[in-house]
């Protein structure tokens, strides 16, 4: 039977493709910014700029489908998913590191329908590799497929999460916390790229074996998700409990035992949720 | 000796590098290939410090290539080293050496791993080659003659303002409590000055190549070696950045530590901010990394 979605996934591929070129276009020039939530969470005019394209670019082709965009719901749109298809999207994942040029900027397009992701697509454009995957159909690299790691001992596995301000004293403290009790298992090490979209494709690679995350967006995961679980690993709420895509945290890991270490070490700490409103702090 | 070489002793050194450069290629090739197999990996001085069979052949063929061609000189290599050789700096052409910077990416195959090949002459650093072997890109300056990466000429960033700076930092090899309680506590004090972003790559000298290109801010360490740190500084230098000890004073290539920053004013405001983490420096007891 014929995959009803595989020409979406065809379409997001060309426009993810074309997004990271007007991404590297942008990059030639001095790249101004503004701050939303907090004094380090960034935003330019590429990230709407991109943003309007892709939606527009999908809206030609499949008009009545819904979008969960970052920049939009910024604005001030919805961020409910409902059964409808919907192209859940963030046209600049890593806008601090294109603010800066550091290398790791991706342009990250998932797709679900009746709530289940069905493909995700993450173009990291700086390094020209195109993260695919399709539900049932494997996930690859430039063509190449992917596997995670199958690391199954946390003593041994490097793990990914990032380094962020937070507000609240109190949430800074348990963030630092919660790298300190994982460095000192010990893993062999922590790294943060400021992506989590890439960070997702490292893990999904073999190249890391777990990233986890508290304060992330459903637009920086959902293509993420389809990505690494097709590589053969698993996707957690921080807790070791199944995955939930508006919750804003997850653990993404290359074995459920790594996964479940990392969720028994790590404490929760409030960080809203995406189908809530004021949803959008830091 | 020609009187030419005598007035012009650093005509040889372009030499040098490219012999470097050759060898850093021919490394990076091994690594390229070692990165697809299963690794045989061992700790040095701790459980999350490692070295892997790769290590120590690679660090072989670029110091047997280099003696061939330059048997006077004097060489520092990371492996060397571990085995107890003395990793002590004199005024002798030296040249100092990380066959792989990054083993525990290159064992996981994180793709942040690169060829270090540094090199000094009256204690001086001369030139600098950094080969991230997994993206085929090639870090060089020799001093005077500016920075490049494959042929890009790199300029730091001129940024002053620590709000609006991206951090690199690596962890080190300690993970005792006490070093996790002053590493973490440094990063905290960053993030409350609002800085735009920490991030750690898990190469010091391809973090210390970002800074050189200008995509980051600076970058701060206790627990490198100075064979992390002497290619880098070169490459730094030449792209028109500061690199300094961490109690703001000039840099001390065995002291196990590091600031780099495009700016001296960004490398101060980092300096100051820093409680140090204590290693034993590298040219004490060759036996103790």
Redesign the interface.
Known sequence: MADPWQECMDVGIEIARNAGTLICEALRNEVSFMTKSS??D?VTETDRKVEAMIISSIKKKFETHSFIAEESVAAGESSLLTDEPTWIIDPIDGT??F?????FVAVSIGFAVKKELEFGIIYSCL?DKMYTAGKGKGAFCNGVQLKV?EQEDI?KS?VITE????QDPHI?ELM??N??RI??I?????????TAAVNMC?VA?????AYYHIGIHCWDMAAGVVIVTEAGGVVLDITGGPFDLMSRRLIAASSRAVGERIAREIQAFPCGRDDRQNNLSN | MTSASNEEPSANWGECMEAAVEIARKAGQVIREAVKHDKCVTTKSSAVDLVTETDHLVENLIISSLRAKYPSHSFIGEESSAAGEKCCLTDNPTWIIDPIDGTCNFVHSFPMVAVSIGFAVNKELEFGVIYHCLEENLYTARKGHGAFCNGLKLQVSKETDLSKALILTEIGAKRDPETLKIFLGNMERFLKAHVHGIRVIGSATLALCQIAAGAAEAYYQFGLHCWDIAAAAVIIREAGGNVIDTSGGPLDLMSRRVVAAGTQEMANHIAQMLETITYERDDYNANNL
């Open positions: 004094p380090v960034l601090t590191n603010v800066h040029r550091f290398p390094e790691s003593t490097l380094i962020g301000y937070k800074m630092l916390s790298m300190e460095l000192g010990p893993a062999h090490g922590i790294r943060a790229v400021g490292l690679s073999g190249g890391a074996d």
